[in-house]
């Protein structure tokens, strides 16, 4: 189970979000270089970095700061989402050392898009559906959409994409625990790998989607359970390293 701290990234400065609203945000750090260098010590093998300015709008924003991110952390596989567009974002951030882009709104707004990066990009591209009640959300988890998620995640797979992350918007942010049920169902209805994210909040959430791991959940998104002190990332690594080994 790969578990990945996440970056959200405000005005150049380190934050959490509840529920996505960015009138709702606790600043963790105003150094985002740093915090990344804190996940690396602590184990991290993946980092997600997610420009809140840029999902907003829909362009990036805070490029500059993840660009010195992916240079001082040049082995460490690093993936970005938020704003990204167009093509020629989508290359300026493979071209700073990024691994994976993640699109969302344009995804689903454009879904023809997401064919024509995977011909371009293979490898590099990650879809992100984020959902309240089945339904994907968009602009910023602002506007909802008509489509279910699992429709567009069988749509992208076709398409080639490596990975969907998957958010459930109603428990981000929120300490809630992750939505299991949901999660699963998806990763069974298709054959490429779901990235949980939203709800992480203690150990036994870890636990719970190291169990899971064989339906097709390859990893988690860690956010506000690790700047408040909930979970201890270098424990959770160890947890989920045993629990592959079990």
């Known amino acids: 189970m790969l578990l990945i701290p996440a970056i959200d990234l405000k005005d150049g400065q380190c934050v959490r979000l509840r529920q996505g609203r960015m009138d709702d945000s606790t600043v963790f750090s105003d150094d985002p270089v740093a915090m990344a260098g804190r996940w690396v010590e ?9 420009d809140l300015n840029g999902a907003f709008a829909g ?7 993840i660009r010195r991110i992916a240079q001082t952390f040049p082995d460490l596989p690093i993936q970005v989402g938020g704003g990204i567009r167009d093509e020629e974002t989508v290359d300026a951030y493979l071209d700073a050392g990024v691994q994976f882009v993640i699109i969302g709104t344009k995804a689903v707004q454009e879904p023809h898009f997401i064919n024509d990066l995977c011909l371009e990009y293979p490898g590099h591209v990650i879809v992100g559906l984020d959902a309240r ?15 279910q998620v699992v429709d567009l995640a069988r749509i992208f797979e076709r398409d080639g994409v490596e990975a969907i992350v998957y958010t459930d918007i109603g428990r981000d942010g929120m300490m809630q625990g992750v939505n299991l049920e949901a ?10 790998p779901v990235i949980a994210s939203g ?18 959940v390859m990893g988690a998104i860690i956010g ?8 201890d990332f270098a424990a959770a690594q ?9």
């Not at 602590?42 to 997610?50: C, D, P, Q, S």
């Not at 870890?206 to 064989?214: F, G, I």
């Open 42 to 50: 602590a184990g991290a093998r993946r980092l997600h970095l997610v």
């Open 183 to 192: 999660t699963v169902r998806l990763a069974q209805a298709i054959s490429i």
């Open 238 to 246: 160890r947890l989920a390293d045993a629990a592959e080994h079990d």
């Open 59 to 65: 362009q990036p924003v805070n490029a500059q700061v």
């Open 133 to 147: 009640e089945g339904r994907v959300a968009v602009n910023g988890w602002s506007k909802l959409s008509r489509h």
């Open 224 to 231: 506000r359970a690790l700047y408040e002190g909930s979970i």
């Open 199 to 216: 709800g992480v909040s203690t150990l036994d959430d870890v636990r719970a989607l190291c169990a899971v791991e064989q339906e097709g």
